[in-house]
Nanobody
Framework: QVQLEESGGGLVQPGGSLRLSCSTS????????MTWFRQAPGKERERVSC?????????YYLDSVKGRFTVSRDKAKNTMYLEMNNVKPEDTADYYC??????????????WGQGTQVTVSS
């Protein structure tokens, strides 16, 4: 059974850092492309990043987070991470990890975690 669980959210000041974790079970974390999404109150859900599993581990980032967020995965721990640096108030959202149905970041995710809340405020 595929399961994903996010953790690491919380309150952080602008300019600060936070690391989100997505622990997985039921499959190997490098078996499929993996994504991070976020949804702020009253806004559409948006994809923050996606890491393919096609061998080149190509990574996609939302323009507004490029240079500040870094996604990675630890195969031994079956966990994906989102390192968030120099966070801004507009990064405030619920963050979700999800699996893609293939090695690539195309299409729609098929399994989701329950989300973790990130609040950026002074």
């Amino acid at each position: 059974q595929v399961q994903l669980e996010e953790s690491g959210g919380g309150l952080v000041q602008p300019g600060g850092s936070l690391r989100l974790s997505c622990s997985t079970s039921g499959f190997a974390v490098d078996r499929y492309a993996m994504t991070w999404f976020r949804q702020a109150p009253g806004k559409e859900r948006e994809r923050v990043s996606c890491m393919s599993s096609s061998g080149d581990d190509r990574i996609y980032y939302l323009d507004s987070v490029k240079g500040r967020f870094t996604v990675s995965r630890d195969k031994a721990k079956n966990t994906m991470y989102l390192e968030m640096n120099n966070v801004k108030p507009e990064d405030t959202a619920d963050y979700y990890c999800a699996t893609m149905p293939s090695y690539y970041c195309d299409g729609q995710p098929d399994y989701w975690g329950q989300g973790t809340q990130v609040t950026v405020s002074s």
